[in-house]
């Protein structure tokens, strides 16, 4: 079992940064492909990052590619987002995600296993 909570979001004027931070509980942390997603308001769900289980593997989403990155800490069970050069089209809330999938089988519209309640980030143009 792990459960996920996300932190760092907030409001930031476009051009800004922001770190978000997903801290999970559980033994198993460490086996998990750990995916950011986020979901704009009236808009689907959509992938924005993954890190394989020993985070020497990484995918972005185009539309961050370049701005955000993803990294991990399997000792301190995180995984966290940075987040450069905000845009207003990148306000949504942001959830961390787990899936126990290998890498190589991993796809963003898998059915992860663990979802985190999400963060609000906002920018503002």
């Known amino acids: 079992q792990v459960q996920l909570g996300e932190s760092g979001g907030g409001l930031v004027q476009a051009g800004g940064s922001l770190r978000l931070s997903c801290a999970a509980s559980?033994?198993?942390?460490?086996?998990?492909?750990m995916g950011w997603f986020r979901q704009a308001p009236g808009k689907a769900r959509e992938f924005v990052a993954a890190?394989?289980?020993?985070?020497?593997?990484?995918r972005y989403a185009d539309s961050v590619k370049g701005r955000f990155t993803i990294s991990r800490d399997n000792a301190k069970k995180m995984v966290t987002l940075q987040m450069n050069s905000l845009k207003p089209e990148d306000t949504a809330v942001y959830y961390c995600?787990?899936?126990?999938?290998?890498?190589?089988?991993?796809?963003?519209?898998?059915?992860?296993?663990?979802w985190g309640q999400g963060t609000q980030v906002t920018v503002s143009s």
């Open positions: 995600a787990g899936d126990r999938t290998g890498w190589t089988d991993y796809r963003p519209t898998n059915d992860h296993d663990y």
């Open positions: 559980g033994r198993t942390f460490s086996d998990y492909v």
């Open positions: 890190i394989s289980s020993g985070g020497g593997n990484k």
